[in-house]
């Protein structure tokens, strides 16, 4: 039967009736309205993507324009950054790899290391995203010519290989395509973030070979498709000549989703070679627990993970394989219920913590913007596998709360961590200098405003993004005008410009956040159906019809999970943060902490403008709370320690002393290095022979074998300092032998100084002198025992 558009006592002119849409009973009317009352979401998804859930597809791009809006700012701005960058100088390291010469100089920045040609693949994914969405005339000619220069190069190799990577052998900069051809003869080393010295080049190659998957898809260039499968197969057939045991000593190193590029190349050319291979990519350390619904995140690296997951779940829609189906689902729930933040970005210092446990882990190193990249991109395909508004509502938590406040949109630039420290300022990328991995996504991101917006089949349409935009959707055949002030206010207006000559339907989300909305059609308040967190409503639509929802905005509280009295608060969708001063300033405070009248809500005050909230902060300080995302160039708190007035009385003294001698050790500390951690190791030369990367007692560490060394630099001090080496308090007295610019530590072995699990031992450095170099030399030899060691810290003396 059909649905109906709302009761008929309604529809003959009854009173019209105020509709409470709050998540609760939407959720709770899905039990109660079948999916199968009518075919509302179209055709049926590969078996066990969702409980027998049905797909939908995104509006096509070239179907959505965004009308004037923050989202559109930073679209355009990004797409002026795109404009302004060079292929040809991202191709530096490509043409030299191929025996030709190269044009333009390579760019700074990682572009001129070992991972150089990762930029490259992110360019061709977000030029190729604006391009299908804007048809961008000058975009499309910097596309074209970078796609004649790579088949240029490709032809030059001559064996389908078209790589810009690098390795360093003896103080020389090698051709990364050595490292390749030494894995194809079954010699393979890895110090756990690199692959025969080489800076994760399979996790560069995936950049390319998704890059060009993207521009087929999204601008079916000419060039795009051979180019690729050159690739895929230059590297196919190294993979394809490995052992098991052989391939997944490759896939312990960082390797993004290579297991994803091979099942979009299966997808397109239906050749079962590459879903045979990207089902060989498979990393059983990491992907066994995932697939056996095991949290074993804590202490791993989390987007060298997450792109794994996502190649799981494309597989499964490839091939139907309902356990990958379910793995991602797992991951996916764990990382966002488990390890996520209140902006929706996860890890810190780039690797996920213990479930739950977060209080402890708010640092200027929080929420690595790649990983809310590639969620996003998961939270995605699950929500194509069936229609779920709680996907929906992480997507937009994690897209104006951390995706927005990483772009500034004046300028176009990159943050790559979103620090969540108190007093914490955000970081920018330079244009040409910089090219870390988060510019990369960074420039994904915010191509792609306009591609989640609007879902649906020939049977709906779904609203899931309240942005203001419009949809012009052949396959539906209905074209609508969407008009509203979110993020800011909750209200948004849907007016159908074409509309079929038969019926559908319109099934519009209604945000957890939204506790009492209204809806009305033609100017009448209706009561649709509910269901899954959306309000249906089905009917022969005409041109100017026209829908108008209210979602109300309310200040709401967000405790963390492993400590109750620290909260973060929101208006609505918006996270609200402390105004603790400009960027450029340096940041002498404690960080705010709050006193309880009544409840946790009762501790902000509203503003006049209904968004910008007052606090009083408990050591009498006037706090000033606004969204988070738009403040770009200003230090903010997040969290919030919050006392009872009798808690603070007692607990005011201890808790200044602990945050000043924090603030003091911060001071003290001229360097650190966690070791077990990709970018900290490389910053500081370090060199780790034959010790493994492990996950222990939830953090990233080294274990140094027995007669093993590892060797490093840190800063030199100017004068006397102590170098601190953490370690577990179980392993404090497995001794080990220390060189600090040669000379061997003969002293009495330390007493271990702290209280909780991990302390630390500290050992006398020299001051710098005449002939002193900028960095000290540091070796750490494990003897009888190993040595598992977690951070080291160089930090000046203090007097007794």
Known sequence: MPIPIWPPQAEAGADTMRLSLDRRSLLAGASVVALAGHPVHGRAWAEGSGGGGLRLDPAPLSAVSLSPSIFADAQAANRDYLASLDSERFLHNFYLSAGLDAPQPGYGGWESKGIAGHSLGHWLSAVSIIIANTGDRELSASLDHCMVEMARIQRAHGDGYCGGTTVERDGEILDGKIVFEEIRRGE????????????????????????????????????????????????????????????????????????????????????????????????????????????????????????????????????????????????????????????????????????????????????????????????????????????????????????????????????????????????????????????????????????????????????????????????????????????????????????????????????????????????????????AGYALIRRKWSAGDRIALTLPMRLSVEAMPDDPSIVAFRHGPLVLAADLGPADEEFAGLGPALVKRGGASDLLSPGTDGINYAAAGAMGENLSLRPFFNAYDRRAAVYFPTFSADEWASNRDTYVKTLEADRALAERTLDTLFLGEMQPERDHAFAPSR???????????????????????????????????????????KRFRIAIDGNVHSGAWPDPVGEREFVTLAFPVPGRNATSARHVDVAITALDQQALLYKIAMLAAVDP
């Open 188 to 531: 393979i080393r890895s110090g756990g973030f690199d692959l025969n010295g080489g800076w994760v080049p399979l996790y560069t190659w995936h950049k390319i070979h998704a890059g060009l998957i993207d521009v087929h898809r999204n601008t079916n260039h000419a060039s795009a498709l051979p180019i690729m499968l050159g690739l895929a197969d230059y590297l196919g057939t190294i993979l394809e000549g490995l052992d098991d045991t052989q391939l997944q000593r490759v896939l312990d190193a960082e390797h993004g989703g290579l297991n994803e590029a091979y099942a979009d190349t299966f997808a397109l050319t239906g050749n079962p070679r590459w879903l045979r291979l990207a089902r060989r990519i498979y990393h059983r350390a990491v992907l066994d627990p995932i697939v056996a619904g095991e949290d074993r995140l804590a202490g791993l690296h989390a987007n060298t993970q997450i792109p794994k997951v996502l190649g799981l779940a494309r597989i499964h829609e490839v091939s139907s394989d309902a356990s990958f189906a379910r793995a991602a689902r797992f991951f996916h729930d764990t990382v966002f219920d488990h390890h996520t933040y209140v902006i929706g970005g996860n890890s810190d210092r780039e690797h996920f913590g213990p479930p739950d446990k977060r209080a402890d882990r708010l640092s200027h190193a929080t929420c690595e913007a790649c990983n809310t990249y590639n969620m996003l991109k998961l939270n995605r395909r699950l929500f194509g596998w069936a229609p779920d508004a709680r996907l929906v509502d992480l997507y937009e938590n994690a897209q104006i709360n951390h995706i927005m406040a990483h772009q500034r949109p004046d300028d176009g630039r990159f943050v790559y961590f979103m620090p969540l420290a108190p007093g914490a300022r955000r970081i920018y990328s330079e244009p040409e200098d910089s090219f870390w991995c988060c510019v990369g996504s960074g420039m994904e991101s915010h191509a792609k405003h306009a591609d989640s917006i609007f879902w649906g089949n020939d049977e709906a349409l779904y609203v899931n993004l309240y942005i203001p935009s419009r949809l012009d959707w052949d396959v539906l055949g209905m074209g609508v005008t969407m008009d509203t002030p979110m993020p800011f206010e909750g209200r948004a207006t849907l007016t159908v410009d074409r509309a079929p000559g038969d019926e559908r339907t319109i099934a519009l989300r209604i945000p957890g956040w939204a506790q009492e909305s209204t809806l009305e059609l033609n100017g009448r308040t209706i009561a649709p159906v509910e269901q």
């Open 691 to 733: 010790s493994e990367v492990v996950n222990w007692n939830g953090r990233a560490a080294r274990r140094v074998p027995p007669g093993d060394s590892v060797s490093f630099r840190m800063l030199r001090p100017k004068g006397p300092a102590v170098l601190q080496v953490l370690v577990h308090r179980a392993d404090a007295d």
